[in-house]
């Protein structure tokens, strides 16, 4: 690490990312009084592009030497890392020397979101208020997880067959859940067990067509998840046995999210609001930033499937003063001195996404950057130096920073792709920027692209979630309608938002240490 404790000014910036998030770093960055050059990996980011000088030189772990040396040569003082991959690559490890800091934790530090498995196993070794869950490698062991005990209770209900079919397949699989190859086909016609349907009375023992219709009306909720990085959209929330028994097989057998599914987390379903914790970490000082609370679903209500985030605000009044130090002292800080007693310092951004659950707060995952879209808003509000603060973190000098926030509600919507999260067309004209000017509104570039020619040069859609759209104001249900009112001007082909951003929380002041509420 740099001895280097007193920010450089000026102070040379390389951004690492090309989202909504990185397009928020760069915005606030450019304001700071100690930036000199601010150079970005994703300088193609019709945002950032506006902003930053083009790096060259992309992130690729087999070419950090090179990533290393184009930094030496622009007199990089500082790198920003935004997105997971980089960290859980090593990024910090390999960039890091004594004149140059790097914001963000080392490749073994990062692991706490990179694999969901190690930071369960590290919630229970710090006794961390988590769900309760099983790590599976094996497609048949966690079926097999799944219909335990089912037998009985089919018993119970005087459903004999429906227990003959289920202790059956359980004694076939047994508890390693090794059985032949060709007991599960691989089929496009197989059912959520692997059985080819058209097979049914075979001795493969596949289950009858009554049973499968059983199970998918059998509510037994259960949240399944990809061990590794997936983009925020690896968690499957099942309601009954057949929709759990689908997410396993989306996951391991039609690998839906790559490798990250080669092995999951079958956990318990956890109920209440959820709150996005953040805070900067220099090894051992935290300092907790204001709340956020972010919307996955991709549908009004919270319907649909999940996605890397459809919008969030800031500051989320869920937590009064007892409970964030209760989450402080009883989450983050076991979390850190975890780590640390396993030889890992945590610098950087560490995220906690909590379940405000009747028990008290629960993590739902780690994550170990800026959440996206979470960081819009945050910085949308955020008073002070950025490059300072993220300068002191990674130089372990955090206790001198000055940190505030502005009094006001910021909130980001974002706009979306046609498709997404599925499949959507890239290469959408954006127009309408002109429209939508405001000091109270900024429109933070995710998923865009610059197309520059001799005559013109205009912004098309590169991603499925494509900008960001964040305005302040005096309070959540005026930003929610200026964002809205914005959404609605700018144009391009397939464009969808979701409009309720904040409703959950639209009659909440506060939630109580012990789940209840206080109505405003």
């Known amino acids: 690490m740099s001895s280097k404790y007193a920010c450089p000014n000026p102070c040379n910036v390389l951004l690492v990312g090309g989202g909504g998030r990185e397009h928020a770093l760069a915005w606030k960055m450019k304001q700071s009084e100690n930036l000199g050059t601010l150079y970005a990996t994703n300088w193609e980011n019709g945002g950032i592009s506006t902003i930053a000088e083009r790096c060259d030189e992309q992130w690729d772990p087999a070419r950090a030497f090179f990533m290393s040396r184009w930094c030496d040569a622009h007199d990089i003082h500082l790198v920003v890392v935004g997105p997971e991959i980089p960290l859980a690559d090593g990024i910090v490890d390999e960039l890091t020397t004594k004149d140059r800091l790097v914001f963000g934790p080392c490749k073994e530090a990062a692991k706490i979101e990179a694999d969901k498995s190690f930071a369960k196993d590290l919630m229970r070794q710090a006794c961390i208020p988590t769900a309760d869950s099983r790590t599976f490698t094996d497609i048949n062991s966690a079926k097999r997880y799944l219909l335990r005990g089912l037998d009985l209770e089919f018993e119970s209900e005087e459903k004999v067959e429906w227990a003959a079919e289920i202790s059956n397949y359980m004694n076939r699989v047994g508890a390693s859940g090794h059985e032949t190859p060709s007991e599960f086909s691989a089929s496009k016609e197989s059912n959520w067990l692997g059985g080819n349907t058209a097979n049914q009375d075979t001795p493969q023992g596949v ?25 925020g959209k690896g968690v499957i929330v099942c309601n009954t046995v057949g929709e759990s028994l689908s997410a396993i097989d989306v996951m391991m057998k039609d690998k839906m999210f790559g490798d990250a599914g080669g092995k999951i987390l079958i956990e318990e379903f956890m109920s209440g609001q959820e709150v996005s914790v953040l805070a900067l970490v220099d090894g051992a000082t935290i300092w907790v930033l204001d709340l956020c609370q972010d919307h996955k679903q991709v549908g009004d ?16 009044p869920l937590l009064d003063e007892e409970m964030l130090n209760y989450v402080e002292k009883e989450i983050l800080v076991p979390a850190i001195d975890a780590m640390r007693r396993n030889g890992v310092i945590y610098q950087g951004v560490l995220y906690a996404g909590l379940m405000l659950t009747p028990g008290g707060p629960k993590v739902v995952e780690f994550n170990c950057r800026f ?17 300072d603060v993220l300068w002191r973190t990674a130089a372990g000098k955090l206790d001198g920073a000055s940190i505030s926030f502005d009094d006001n509600v910021a909130c980001c919507v974002v706009m979306c792709s046609e498709g997404y999260p599925g499949n ?3 290469g959408k004209l954006i127009t309408g920027f002109d429209e939508v000017s405001s000091q109270n509104l900024v429109v933070f570039h995710a998923g865009t692209t610059v197309i520059a020619n001799e005559s013109d040069t205009c912004i098309k859609t590169s991603g499925g979630r494509v900008l960001g759209v964040t305005a302040i104001a005096d309070d959540l249900k005026t930003a929610q309608a200026l964002a809205n009112n914005a959404c609605s001007k700018i144009c391009f082909e397939g464009a969808f938002w979701r409009t309720d951003i904040g409703h959950r929380v639209a009659e909440v002041k506060e939630i109580k240490r012990d789940g209840s509420l206080c109505e405003m």
Do not use: H, W
């Open 301 to 316: 209500g919270d319907l649909g499937p999940n996605t890397g985030g459809m919008g969030a605000f800031c500051p989320a």
């Open 371 to 387: 959440g996206d879209p979470e960081t819009q808003p945050l910085l949308a509000r955020f008073q002070g130096d950025l490059v």
């Open 207 to 231: 289950f009858s067509i009554e049973l499968q219709q059983a199970l998918d009306k059998r509510v037994d909720p259960c949240v399944v998840k990809a061990s590794g990085l997936a983009a």
């Open 424 to 426: 959507y067309e890239r």
